[in-house]
């Protein structure tokens, strides 16, 4: 049957609809329909097409879910060669001066005739390619190759959502664009997340993801990694008249419908592009896809020309990096440290390298589960990424530098500070010494967190004096903070006898304190401050807390079987009866009985968790707020939160609680309901 005109409009009509769906989707970011409304029409077109075959374009937006496997990737010849840019290793703004000096020099200016007005845009970290456009029509798409000859990577490229089949406004008859395809970070994060869902290896970083996905040969491969597309040049051309800036090529390529990116800008001199280095290296951790540097361009296509190319590059562009995110160094071992609750956290030790802007030795690796996802090997070239302020994570080895002599990494079956054996329960990732308070790392991790500003409050007793202390055999047990006396503390390293006395006198200060605080200090493993301070209303007293049966223990307010499991067994230790006797005896005291609280606030039997930074209260104000009006502030979010109170930069929690459907105030909203009653 022939398609009728009706039908051939309807599906001319659909295939313009849907493409401009697409693009308010995937290059504005701004969808314009519901995804129903989007893949109601998507299926219009497929069943006309289905039944009318002639109607299916080339570039219709049902082309590109990725067709049959390639045998293998042809070559393509690139008309113009696409080149490679100079990178200005000299990263402070000297490098920029060279450049602009060499351009100036080239184009005979001097001193009077005023600044070169360049380009400064991005230098996105992906994979160059050149798309060919015939009529408007995406005909061919290829990889940059060697630059002179390149691979076909058509039946791939049709599957980003973010690259035109079909040019929009008057495009020229022959328009060959150059771009850079790529992975957002959050694309990458989530695929990564499905991979290990499905058991998958995961990928190591974005870029080569990127690559990876575009180079395949079976496109329905390609079409399930979510890949980007920006516009940053030119190549054939025919006999386009083409806008006499590479900034006002830009704009063409944007009214086309090609993606262009927000971040460019005509620079003037090399004030100009200072400036723009500066903006764009404090913005980079916030941008959602990596970037390596940003590269600056001189603006008139006639100065280019005259500029010409050194060595097969452009005199008239320059790359200027910023310090690599990633590098890759040696791992020399792994060591497992000892947290307070026993957590064994095996922690990489690397060859140091410069990377992010500091030198990094070590790097977490949280756990065995995570070492074995991984597939780190002891003594392999490793990726180590440092981002922002982040802490500097291992991403993977480099496994075709693997020489042979790496080993596998074992947890060890002994706690390596005090030998007591190590255990595992089947439901839990962490592995814990079960020295308890005999193990010395525990012992200085718990003496840490008793002295803590939110427990007893001991100022000045920090990290290098609990190890002297532990190491020095002076203090074994809390209690014994108690009984220490100048003498001892002189005998220390580093200890003058001023800071002596304030020690003394922080301790002596933390003699009296609240039984919710004195529950805390303990350290009982999964009792936060929170839920210290519901057992301290609840029961009033540590007589009654210590000899609660779990099932009593259940009856607190949030209390589960794993909190009220872990009270009642640190109860049953004959130590820890022990070291209470002991700070007993030391002169500690608390002041027992419920603190004040209304049981029916306007919060009464509400859970909050904060996140973010409210416009007027500290984190410590909202708590307050919150507790005096009966509600009670968590730390993390699951399904018996009431509220999240987000600020600003709020993160991940912000993100469980709509996940979990839970409702989000913020400070305003907060109030009013702290007032509402
Ligand atoms: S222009 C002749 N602009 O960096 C000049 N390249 O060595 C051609 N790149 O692999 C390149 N962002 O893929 C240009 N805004 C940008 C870029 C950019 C990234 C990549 C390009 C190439 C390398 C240049």
Redesign the pocket.
């Known amino acids: 049957m022939i398609a009728s005109v009706q039908v051939f409009e309807r599906a001319a009509q659909l295939r313009r609809e849907l493409e401009a769906h697409n693009y308010a989707y995937y290059v504005l970011d701004a969808p314009t329909v519901p995804d129903a409304e989007y893949d109601r029409l998507f299926r219009e077109l497929e069943v006309l097409e289905r039944e009318f075959p002639e109607l299916a374009t080339p570039d219709s937006p049902t082309q590109r879910v990725g067709g049959a496997p390639m045998s293998g990737l042809a070559p393509v010849r690139h008309a113009v060669p ?4 100079r990178t200005e290793t000299d990263t402070t703004n000297g490098g920029v001066v060279a450049f602009d000096t060499r351009v100036r020099n080239a184009l005979g200016l001097g001193p009077a005739d005023g600044p070169v007005e360049y380009l400064g ?4 970290d992906g ?2 390619i050149s798309l060919r456009y015939e009529h408007g029509m995406l005909v061919r798409a290829a990889t ?1 190759g060697d630059g002179e000859t390149g691979e076909d990577v058509t039946h791939n490229v049709r599957t980003i959502r973010q690259i035109p089949l079909r040019l929009s406004g008057r495009p020229p008859a022959l328009l060959e664009v ?1 771009g ?1 395809i790529y992975m957002r970070r959050d694309d990458f994060e989530r695929l990564n997340a499905r991979q290990e869902q499905a058991g998958e290896k995961l990928f190591i970083n974005p870029r080569n993801t990127a690559a990876g996905a575009v180079r395949q040969l079976d496109p329905r491969i390609a079409a399930k990694r979510p890949l980007s597309f920006y516009a ?2 030119l190549g054939e051309s025919g006999d386009w008249s083409l806008p006499p800036t590479q900034s006002e090529l830009l704009d063409a390529f944007a009214a086309f419908g090609l993606p262009v990116c927000e971040h460019r800008v005509v620079a003037a001199g090399v004030e100009g592009l200072c400036e723009f280095h500066d903006r764009i290296a404090a913005l980079r951790d916030s941008l959602p896809y990596d970037i390596d540097g940003v ?1 600056y ?1 001189v603006n008139r296509f006639d100065l280019q020309r005259e500029l010409g190319f050194v060595t097969r590059e ?1 005199r008239w ?1 320059v ?1 200027h990096k910023y310090p690599a995110q990633e590098e890759i160094t040696e791992l020399l071992g792994i060591e497992v440290q000892v947290g307070r609750t026993g957590a064994l956290t095996p922690v990489a030790r690397l060859k140091p390298v410069f990377v992010g802007g500091v030198t990094v030795t070590n790097a977490t690796l949280h756990n065995e589960g995570e070492i074995l996802r991984k597939g780190v090997l002891i003594g392999d070239q490793v990726i180590v990424r440092r981002a922002g302020d982040v802490i500097p994570e291992v991403v993977g080895p480099v496994v075709e530098r693997r020489t042979g002599s790496e080993r596998i990494f074992v947890m060890p079956t002994r706690c390596p500070v005090c030998a007591s054996h190590v255990e595992k329960a089947e439901d839990e990732v962490v592995a814990r010494c079960t020295g308890g308070l005999f193990c010395p790392a525990q012992r200085k991790q718990a003496l840490l967190h008793f002295a803590g500003r939110r427990a007893m409050d001991i100022e000045g007793l920090g990290d290098k004096l609990v190890d002297q202390l532990v190491e020095a055999g002076i203090v074994k047990t809390p209690a014994d903070l108690y009984k220490l006396g100048v003498l001892a503390l002189a005998n220390l390293q580093r200890m003058a006898e001023k800071s002596a006395a304030n020690l003394l006198a922080a301790i002596e200060k933390s003699r009296h304190t609240t039984l919710a605080r004195f529950i805390f200090a303990l350290g009982i493993r999964n009792v936060g401050e929170a839920t210290a301070k519901d057992l301290a209303r609840h029961f009033g007293s540590l007589d009654v807390l210590m000899d609660a049966t779990p099932e009593q223990l259940l009856e607190v307010r949030d209390v589960g079987p794993v909190v009220a499991q872990s009270i009642a067994g640190f109860f049953a230790e004959a130590h820890n009866r022990e070291v209470i006797e002991q700070l007993r005896a030391a002169g500690v005291t608390w002041e027992e009985g419920a603190p004040a609280v209304p049981a029916t606030g306007s919060a009464s039997g509400k859970v909050f968790v904060l996140t973010g930074t409210l416009p007027t209260m500290s984190r410590d104000e909202a708590k307050a707020l919150i507790e005096a009006h009966g509600g009670k502030v968590s730390g993390s979010v699951s399904k018996k939160t009431d509220y999240v109170v987000a600020g600003a930069e709020a993160g991940s929690k912000l993100a469980k609680a709509e996940e979990l459907g839970v409702a989000v105030l913020d400070e305003d909203g907060l109030r009013r309901l702290l007032e509402q009653g």
């Open positions: 696409m080149l490679s840019i845009e991005l230098k996105f994979l160059a940059r150059r850079e940053y040049g590269v361009k452009p562009a790359a």
